[in-house]
């Protein structure tokens, strides 16, 4: 009974649903392979609109046609996936070539925009202004790249030679940096790291350059802060490995000529990890580059995950992550009804915002708060509308 008052008050909302105008353009010519050998641009670029006082806020994620990244993240469930597709969806409708990528394991962007968007490619999403793209990379994928690069752990020929050598110091450095365990099961966080630094390459062929916004649905927030962290660990130890595999590779090469044996192969995995390496360390310069990057926090007005928001925006700064913005999402409207559950979940979700005030990480971002609505945020349609009530 409760509920259905609850459903029943916001009846306003159905009602934009049903005016919501979209506009169906065939995307039907557009490429949607990332393997295109030809390198025409896959859509020309309409003027981007200029800013009007009306999107205050907004305007200055739509102005100019430099590239921008829009990271969301939060705790899972929260509303990351329908803020980053209503944002990629109002981007595009501004005229902003727009991309929206899924590096979270869970994609839910096809359901969020109600249409297929899976395959690992660039899929043109139907029904908005103008170009925009979704694309889900799959976890699977990128993590059997990882594993191409730990054959180097398989690399034992080098370390048998350096022990019936008397040489086995250095090869049990190479132990100690517990690689091994490193390359077999990649740390948490990888997937989404590697998925970014896929996107960022892809960008920089020719054929993509027109994306001028980009907007990544990130994996809950435990991946996020593994993220920040790992590109350091990556560049440490890989790092270290190198400079060990180098020492080995001429003490043996070296020994080798001494024995007038053939000198070593070019090795494979090395520049795999090297390229591994160098591709984490652009996802942190990424993620630090305040110019281009922002990260937005979606949250829903709860203590527990209010508390979660907190933590992961100390995270994000402390590792000089740009955050400006925090949406509070799903905050119920004032109840207009004699729906007691529906006033004391309103009364308790004002508790909650207001810790928001008081928090100190929190308390200097812009708040944005987003309503819950009476059915489900879904399709273009839906995405549209959240766009205009979220994006100002
Ligand atoms: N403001 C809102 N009002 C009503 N429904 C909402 C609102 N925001 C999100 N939803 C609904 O809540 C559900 C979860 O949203 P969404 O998938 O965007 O969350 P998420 O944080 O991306 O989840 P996950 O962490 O599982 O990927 C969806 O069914 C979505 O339609």
Same mark, same amino acid.
Request: charged residues 25%; aromatic residues 8%.
């Given at each position: 009974?409760?509920?259905?008052?609850?459903?029943?008050?916001?009846?306003?909302?159905?009602?934009?649903?049903?005016?919501?105008?979209?506009?169906?353009?065939?995307?039907?010519?557009?490429?949607?392979? *990332?393997?295109?050998?030809?390198?025409?641009?896959?859509?020309? /670029?309409?003027?981007?609109?200029?800013?009007?006082?009306? *999107?205050?806020?907004?305007?200055?994620?739509?102005?100019?046609?430099?590239?921008?990244?829009?990271?969301?993240?939060?705790?899972?469930?929260?509303?990351?996936?329908?803020?980053?597709?209503? &944002?990629?969806?109002?981007?595009?409708?501004?005229?902003?070539?727009? &991309?929206?990528?899924?590096?979270?394991?869970?994609?839910?962007?096809?359901?969020?925009?109600?249409?297929?968007?899976?395959?690992?490619?660039?899929?043109?999403?139907?029904?908005?202004?103008?170009?925009?793209?979704?694309?889900?990379?799959?976890?699977?994928?990128?993590?059997?790249?990882?594993?191409?690069?730990?054959?180097?752990?398989?690399?034992?020929?080098?370390?048998?030679?350096?022990?019936?050598?008397?040489?086995?110091?250095?090869?049990?450095?190479?132990?100690?940096?517990?690689?091994?365990?490193?390359?077999?099961?990649?740390?948490?966080?990888?997937?989404?790291?590697?998925?970014?630094?896929?996107?960022?390459?892809? &960008?920089?062929?020719?054929?993509?350059?027109?994306?001028?916004?980009?907007?990544?649905?990130? =994996?809950?927030?435990?991946?996020?802060?593994? %993220?920040?962290?790992?590109?350091?660990? %990556?560049?440490?130890?890989?790092?270290?490995?190198?400079?060990?595999?180098?020492?080995?590779?001429?003490?043996?090469?070296?020994?080798?000529?001494?024995?007038?044996?053939?000198?070593?192969?070019?090795?494979?995995?090395?520049?795999? &990890?090297?390229?591994?390496?160098?591709?984490?360390?652009?996802?942190?310069?990424?993620?630090?580059?305040?110019?281009?990057?922002?990260?937005?926090?979606?949250?829903?007005?709860?203590?527990?995950?209010?508390?979660?928001?907190?933590?992961?925006?100390?995270?994000?700064?402390?590792?000089?992550?740009?955050?400006?913005?925090?949406?509070?999402?799903? /905050?119920?409207?004032?109840?207009?009804?004699?729906?007691?559950?529906?006033?004391?979940?309103?009364?308790?979700?004002?508790?909650? %915002?207001?810790?928001?005030?008081?928090?100190?990480?929190? =308390?200097?971002?812009?708040?944005?708060?987003?309503?819950? /609505?009476? /059915?489900?945020?879904?399709?273009?349609?839906?995405?549209?509308?959240?766009?205009?009530?979220?994006?100002?």
């Amino acid at each position: 009974m409760a509920m259905a008052s609850l459903f029943h008050q916001s009846s306003k909302t159905h009602f934009y649903f049903a005016l919501a105008n979209v506009s169906r353009r065939s995307f039907s010519s557009f490429s949607t392979s *990332f393997n295109s050998r030809t390198f025409k641009p896959l859509f020309q /670029v309409r003027t981007v609109t200029t800013p009007t006082e009306a *999107f205050v806020g907004f305007d200055e994620m739509i102005s100019g046609t430099q590239r921008k990244y829009f990271m969301l993240g939060g705790k899972g469930g929260v509303g990351k996936t329908s803020c980053a597709a209503s &944002l990629a969806v109002k981007f595009a409708n501004h005229g902003h070539p727009t &991309l929206v990528v899924s590096t979270d394991p869970a994609h839910s962007l096809s359901d969020s925009f109600d249409q297929n968007l899976t395959g690992g490619a660039l899929v043109p999403v139907q029904g908005v202004d103008s170009p925009l793209y979704a694309l889900e990379i799959s976890p699977e994928r990128t993590r059997e790249e990882f594993r191409a690069a730990s054959q180097l752990h398989g690399d034992s020929g080098v370390k048998n030679i350096m022990d019936s050598m008397g040489l086995g110091m250095l090869s049990e450095q190479l132990g100690e940096l517990k690689l091994g365990e490193l390359l077999d099961t990649p740390p948490p966080g990888l997937d989404e790291a590697i998925a970014i630094s896929k996107v960022m390459q892809f &960008l920089e062929s020719k054929e993509y350059s027109t994306f001028s916004r980009i907007v990544f649905d990130t =994996a809950p927030t435990g991946h996020t802060l593994r %993220l920040l962290s790992l590109p350091d660990f %990556l560049d440490a130890s890989i790092g270290k490995m190198m400079k060990l595999k180098k020492k080995i590779a001429s003490a043996t090469s070296a020994l080798k000529s001494m024995f007038n044996k053939e000198e070593p192969q070019r090795d494979d995995a090395s520049d795999k &990890l090297e390229q591994l390496r160098e591709r984490m360390a652009k996802v942190r310069d990424l993620f630090r580059d305040s110019e281009t990057t922002e990260f937005i926090i979606v949250t829903i007005p709860t203590v527990m995950a209010i508390n979660e928001s907190s933590r992961l925006c100390a995270s994000l700064k402390k590792e000089s992550v740009s955050v400006r913005k925090l949406i509070v999402n799903q /905050v119920l409207p004032p109840s207009t009804s004699e729906c007691k559950f529906c006033v004391m979940r309103r009364k308790d979700q004002m508790r909650a %915002l207001e810790t928001i005030t008081k928090d100190p990480e929190l =308390a200097s971002l812009k708040i944005i708060q987003a309503p819950l /609505v009476d /059915v489900e945020i879904r399709g273009v349609a839906g995405l549209k509308f959240m766009g205009d009530t979220v994006w100002k």
